[in-house]
């Protein structure tokens, strides 16, 4: 019943952000989505707060004891930023996630029955620097996330998030062709994952500890993006994730392939849609993912 409210929020969302673009007139004098890439950070006393919306669902894995198991994962994820220095090099912040997962069990009968569980899973200290004065479209984004979970799995098997410690790095860079109607801009996300070993319990679920726990995830991401105007752009996009196994004995990987779109409602405040195809990949699901975000900067 949670994740059902929370596609209904996100409907209702959809509707008046659309409602708002056919009020708002369009301009080319700039806007947040043109000039203040996630590559740029903001000036002192400034703050930028982003809630970030995706759901994922799979009914193909593979893994043979999920193919054809529907599953649902959403996550909410909320960040907020602060400049603290003049010259734009250093943001600090934090992010929180919240989680609602979902999924299909069968049942001696042959009969299937949906198991939910939800929560808010981690919260991480952020800081966001320009490592080099004279290269303002290059950034760090560096994050320490503790998890708040007691179990990565609840009592029925299902999954909420990792029981482990995670150190994210993510590096920023972008490019603006001559005429600012193209946009290049890269990510290198890496998290280090560490913490107990994980344990299961006589049921196979995980009791404490993580499955990710010693290892590093590498994701590299390409978006490409076109400005009919400054306040509206559509993207493509492309992905890769590999983790590498630093002692689990567990790695995966997967390449995702998507696109979507970014609107500035306001002065302060834009939308963004993005949706992804999972294509391909080794001890992972091959879903998609469905997500909405709004992001507000003064």
Not at 17 to 32: C, K, P, R
Not at 118 to 130: D, E, H, L, R, Y
Not at 220 to 234: E, N
Not at 286 to 293: A, S
């Amino acid at each position: 019943m949670k994740l059902f409210r929370n596609h209904i929020l996100m409907a209702g969302l959809f509707l008046s952000v659309f409602n708002l673009i056919a009020q708002d007139d369009i301009d080319d004098g700039g806007s947040v989505i043109q000039n203040l890439t996630p590559s740029k950070l903001i000036g002192k006393g400034q703050w930028d707060l982003k809630l970030f919306n995706n759901l994922y669902t799979q009914t193909e894995s593979t893994f043979a004891s999920e193919d054809g198991i529907r599953q649902n994962f959403f996550t909410s994820t909320f960040e907020a930023f602060t400049g603290v220095s003049e010259s734009r090099r250093v943001n600090v912040g934090a992010i929180i996630e919240y989680r609602a997962n979902g999924r299909d069990f069968v049942l001696d009968n042959g009969s299937t029955e949906r198991r939910n569980t939800s929560g808010i899973t981690s919260i991480a200290p952020a800081i966001k620097f320009v490592p080099f004065k004279n290269v303002g479209n290059f950034s760090i984004l560096s994050a320490f996330s503790i998890p708040l979970v007691s179990s990565e799995e609840d009592e029925n098997g299902v999954f909420l998030d990792q029981d482990g410690f995670t150190w994210q790095n993510r590096f920023f860079y972008d490019y603006t062709f001559p005429g600012k109607k193209w946009q290049l801009f890269t990510e290198l996300n890496s998290e280090f994952n560490f913490g107990k070993d994980a344990v299961t319990g006589p049921n196979g679920t995980t009791i404490e500890g993580s499955f990710a726990n010693n290892s590093l995830n590498l994701t590299p991401g390409v978006f490409l993006s076109y400005f009919p105007s400054s306040k509206f752009t559509v993207l493509a996009l492309a992905q890769h994730s590999q983790r590498l196994d630093l002692g689990n004995n567990f790695t995966q990987n997967f390449t995702a392939l998507g696109g979507g779109f970014k609107y500035q409602l306001t002065k302060e405040l834009n939308v963004e849609t993005l949706y992804t195809n999972f294509v391909r990949g080794e001890n992972t699901g091959l879903g998609e993912t469905f997500n909405i975000g709004l992001r507000a900067v003064f």
